[in-house]
Nanobody, 121 residues
Framework: QVQLVESGGGLVQAGGSLTLSCAAS????????MGWYRQAPGKQRERVAG???????NYADSAKGRFTISRDNAKNTVYLQMNSLKPEDTAVYYC???????????????WGQGTQVTVSS
């Protein structure tokens, strides 16, 4: 089995910063892409940022210039540094890993449990 554990959410004032982290553990052969998504109340889940196994990154327009995604392969961990936070960034943030499990063919999507980020105005 594979588990993803998120941490780092919380309450912050507009203009502030937060760093989210997500660590994977369990029966992992390799981790391919990693990403962060978010879901605000009444809205669909949206992709915020992604990073490939080679370190290439991509961002939603709303995150460009403010958020930075990074990964530590030795720790099976992905981070999301969020700066200049706005009230509209308020949402539950989920990490997503594309993993090749041990003793299983192919790759599978795994999700973290979600962490609440609230930005007050």
């Amino acid at each position: 089995q594979v588990q993803l554990v998120e941490s780092g959410g919380g309450l912050v004032q507009a203009g502030g910063s937060l760093t989210l982290s997500c660590a994977a553990s369990g029966s992992i052969f390799s981790i391919n892409a990693m990403g962060w998504y978010r879901q605000a109340p009444g809205k669909q889940r949206e992709r915020v940022a992604g990073i490939t196994s080679g370190g290439s990154t991509n961002y939603a327009d709303s995150a460009k210039g403010r958020f930075t995604i990074s990964r530590d392969n030795a720790k099976n961990t992905v981070y999301l540094q969020m700066n200049s936070l706005k009230p509209e960034d308020t949402a539950v943030y989920y990490c997503n890993f594309l993993i090749s499990p041990l003793r299983a063919a192919g790759t599978r999507d795994y999700w973290g449990q979600g962490t609440q980020v609230t930005v007050s105005s």
